[in-house]
T-cell receptor, first 112, second 116 residues
Framework: SQQGEEDPQALSIQEGENATMNCSYK?????LQWYRQNSGRGLVHLILIRSNEREKHSGRLRVTLDTSKKSSSLLITASRAADTASYFCATNNGTNAGKSTFGDGTTLTVKP | SAVISQKPSRDICQRGTSLTIQCQVD?????MFWYRQQPGQSLTLIAT?????????ESGFVIDKFPISRPNLTFSTLTVSNMSPEDSSIYLCSVVSWGENTGELFFGEGSRLTVL
């Protein structure tokens, strides 16, 4: 298993439904980040949550972090077709701010 | 935030050749990071490009295969040398945000290389 495993690998929902993606990791972290990637293009940063935080919101996004379980979840509410993308979690242990370990990603398809 | 431009956006290369990818940032940054994303997979850090010193490579990546230049605080290049089909990937340049959101990475659009 790798640091930053995500499930499910693929998720297909109808527009308007909520989408939940989970991320598990193995080692201690300084922060955990979520990114979106559209069709093999560059990644866009969504949210960063620090190890001393438990929940964070940004618009329709809600991220939780449970350091005791070494897991995080990303909830997208009221999904739209434009949310169709791959979503990656990434962890950073604090020794090098730019060195993040990425999960395998969840491919989300939102059907109109 | 930072705006990162990469060239080329995509290329098709022949086995045995080398290709240099350029990365330009719209602000001065101490460190730039090169990631690789193999087809259908996640991102793996290749190296950290430091201005004024040698790049720092991650396990499994070596300078002879991926030489990096960092001539100033806004520019870096990554060369993929003696390419084989296994090098077909998206190569991504990134920089890190400092301050309130330290750890947030900004990425270029990536350079998609296909090696025949």
């Amino acid at each position: 298993s790798q640091q930053g495993e995500e499930d499910p690998q693929a998720l297909s929902i109808q527009e308007g439904e909520n989408a939940t993606m989970n991320c598990s990791y193995k080692t201690s972290i300084n922060n955990l980040q979520w990114y979106r990637q559209n069709s093999g293009r560059g990644l866009v940063h969504l949210i960063l949550i620090r190890s001393n935080e438990r929940e964070k919101h940004s618009g329709r996004l809600r991220v939780t972090l449970d350091t005791s379980k070494k897991s995080s979840s990303l909830l997208i509410t009221a999904s739209r077709a434009a949310d169709t993308a791959s979503y990656f979690c990434a962890t950073n242990n604090g020794t090098n701010a730019g060195k993040s370990t990425f999960g395998d990603g969840t491919t989300l398809t939102v059907k109109p | 935030s930072a705006v990162i431009s990469q060239k080329p956006s995509r290329d098709i290369c022949q086995r045995g050749t080398s290709l240099t990818i350029q990365c330009q940032v719209d602000s001065q940054v101490t460190m730039m990071f090169w990631y690789r994303q193999q087809p259908g997979q996640s991102l793996t850090l290749i190296a950290t490009a430091n201005q004024g010193s040698e790049a720092t490579y991650e396990s499994g990546f070596v300078i002879d295969k991926f030489p990096i230049s960092r001539p100033n605080l806004t520019f870096s290049t990554l060369t993929v040398s003696n390419m084989s089909p296994e090098d077909s990937s998206i190569y991504l340049c990134s920089v890190v945000s400092w301050g309130e959101n330290t750890g947030e990475l900004f990425f270029g659009e990536g350079s998609r290389l296909t090696v025949l």
